[in-house]
Every structure is written in C-alpha cells, then in structure tokens.
C-alpha cells in the first residue's frame, strides 16, 4: 500500500469499535461505530496459533469469550466456535471474533478507516507483526496508521513498513519518559503517539507537539465532553472513545 504523504485524524476514533455500545472488537461493535457516523476505528489484532490474525485484546480468551486459556494455543477454527458477545449482554449470543481480514473488508465496504493495535502474543511479536503487514501492506481504499505499546512490535512494523503511519503508545512513564517518546518517534518516523489521558498536560503536549507529532489520547472508561473539551485546549488531535453519543455533532 502506498500511504498519503500526510495523515488527518478526526477528533472522536472509536475504541475497539465502540466497547461501550456492543462487545469490544467485534463487527457488530465496528459496524454500530460506523452508523454513528464514526470515520476512524481502534481494534487490537493478535495472530491465532494457525497464524491468522484476528481481533482480540488480551492474550486470554477468558475475559471477553466463553473460552479460555491463550489465544496462541488455538487454531482460529476452535476461537470462531466460541460465543465473543455473552460477556456483554450476560446471554448466549452468535457473536465470534473476527478475523482482521473480514473487519477489513467490512471497513472498505462502508469507508471506515483504521487503527489497527499490534497486540501480540508474548515471543510472537514478529510473527503478528509479519502477518498483519502482508494483509495490510496493499490496501489503498482507506486509512491505516498502526499503533503499538510493545517496542519490539512497532520496531518490527517500522522496518517491514517504513511508508505507514505508525505510533508509539505510552501508558506511564516508568519505563520510557517523554524524551524516550520523542526520540524513539524521530529515529523511527513515527507520526503520532498515543497518550493515556492521566499523562496529559500542557507542557507534555507542547513538547510532543514541537516534534510535529498527532497525538491521541485514551483512557481506561468513556471520555465525557468537559474532559474532551480540556483535552483538546490543549492541543491533543484525537481521542478513543468508548461511547461517542455525547460528543457527535460537538467537534
């Protein structure tokens, strides 16, 4: 794929489609956050053990499918069987994890562009990174920037895929400060960073922002329109929300 030479975000990207609304990572939670008008979606994407990438947060199976266990021990024939919505709506439901390539086509077909997570399963960080890149890599018909809070993962997809937009994800600074953040995004062209909302402030965003860097910002539950408002006074681009019914029509 031959990326744009710049990248322009919109102010609301729904995380893992829209988690609060439907099951998190799932189609139906990517297609209700394209009928609320959303452009840009989130999803985590990790490798099944027959290596096919697929949309999941954890590297269990147990917080958010009636499985268990690892995902890297399962074929993705076994994960598709499992029921990926009973955790939301506390009933049985026909819900499965998808694979990356039909949120993909999903996404084409109604003009939803993409972040997509390097999620990957530990000592399986090339392999996800390999097999997300081959399916991403020709892809012209929307958006993809590729985010990582693993060093390895966003490492390995600035070499295989040096043309796309890419971000290094913090969620404190215990073992990377901001001068780590910056440095890391010059020598590796990263384009933008993610932030964990409790890590903004004004001079943390005017730094970054020196650096010519898109910054989004995401936060453990829903971000509400007083905390959006503040957040983009001071500069922040973009911001993943869980539900965005609040603050459509607002930015």
């Known amino acids: 794929m031959t990326q744009k030479k710049t990248l322009k975000l919109p102010k609301l990207i729904g995380h893992r489609g829209v988690k609060d609304l439907c099951p998190e990572n799932t189609l139906e ?135 796309s937009f890419r971000s290094f994800l913090l969620d404190d600074f215990k073992e990377y400060n901001i001068d780590d953040l910056i440095n890391l995004s010059i020598n590796n062209d990263l384009k933008i960073c993610g932030l964990n909302i409790d890590l903004v402030s004004t001079d943390i965003i005017k730094k970054i922002k020196e650096s010519n860097m898109l910054i989004t910002v995401y936060s453990d539950k829903n971000i509400n329109l007083s905390n959006a408002n503040e957040i983009f006074s001071l500069g922040v681009d973009s911001i993943f929300i869980d539900n965005p019914r609040d603050l459509l029509g607002k930015f």
Do not use: W
């Not at 009928?35 to 290596?51: A, C, N």
């Not at 096919?52 to 268990?68: A, E, Q």
């Not at 949120?103 to 084409?108: G, R």
């Not at 999620?119 to 890599?137: A, C, H, S």
């Open 29 to 163: 939670s990517i297609a209700m956050a394209l009928e609320l008008g959303l452009t840009f979606i989130e999803i985590d994407v990790k490798i099944s053990k027959d290596k096919l990438p697929i949309l999941l947060h954890d590297d269990t199976l147990d917080r958010t499918t009636n499985g268990s266990g690892l995902v890297i021990d399962y074929d993705y024939e076994n994960i598709k069987k499992l029921d990926a919505g009973k955790f939301f709506y506390k009933k049985n439901t026909n819900i499965f994890v998808p694979k990356l390539e039909d949120t993909l086509n999903l996404c084409i077909n109604n003009n939803g562009n993409l972040n997509i997570e390097l999620k990957p399963n530990k000592n399986f960080e090339k392999e996800n990174t390999l097999q997300i890149y081959e399916l991403t890599k020709n892809i012209h018909q929307i958006d993809i920037f590729f985010s990582s809070f693993d060093m390895i993962s966003i490492l390995e997809i600035s070499k295989l895929y040096p043309q």
